[in-house]
């Protein structure tokens, strides 16, 4: 009697270690998830050179905001090579994407961002966040994925996962 009790004991420790283990990591990304989703929200604010919304992505920003998770938000990426002076495409998509983004950020305000544990609740609230990544700023990330050409856009989803993903999961359809 006292060996099952023992046993049992010991089975009941061991749930409820493991599930202490899930609810700590589970608030752990929840933690991550909030801190990137507040420095989205300050930088999206700042804006870039004047145009509220769009965010300048350089290096391992890249990385953080992008292929790395948790994500509680959309990305739509802009990969341009407007600083080099000689994309057209890219400067005719500009002002569109600028335009977007301003629409976006002033459609951000309605939407209710204190209560972390809603981060993934309802895919209504989920935000939208307008990064460039212009080519002089992120050659490595162009040449990782095999790009030769500009603009490109990439829609990239939310995750709930703090695995790296491979930038080639998104953008496939890119080089195809």
Request: net charge negative.
């Amino acid at each position: 009697m006292a060996c099952q009790f023992r046993i049992l004991s010991t089975a009941l420790w061991t749930v409820l270690f493991l599930t202490y283990q899930c609810i700590s990591v589970s608030e752990e990304i929840t933690l991550q998830a909030q801190e990137k989703l507040e420095e989205l929200l300050t930088k999206s604010a700042a804006g870039s050179n004047g145009h509220p919304g769009l965010i300048e992505i350089a290096g391992s920003d890249f990385e953080k905001f992008i292929t790395r998770g948790p994500r509680p938000y959309y990305l739509l990426v802009v990969l341009t090579a407007i600083s080099s002076g000689n994309c057209q495409p890219c400067e005719q998509i500009n002002p569109a994407i600028q335009a977007l983004a301003k629409t976006v950020e002033e459609q951000r305000s309605k939407i209710d961002h204190s209560d972390a544990s809603e981060l993934w609740a309802n895919p209504e609230q989920t935000d939208v966040f307008i990064i460039n990544a212009d080519f002089a700023n992120n050659r490595n990330v162009f040449q990782r994925l095999g790009l030769s050409t500009a603009p490109s856009i990439v829609l990239v989803p939310p995750s709930k996962s703090r695995k790296e993903i491979p930038l080639a999961r998104f953008f496939k359809s890119i080089s195809n």
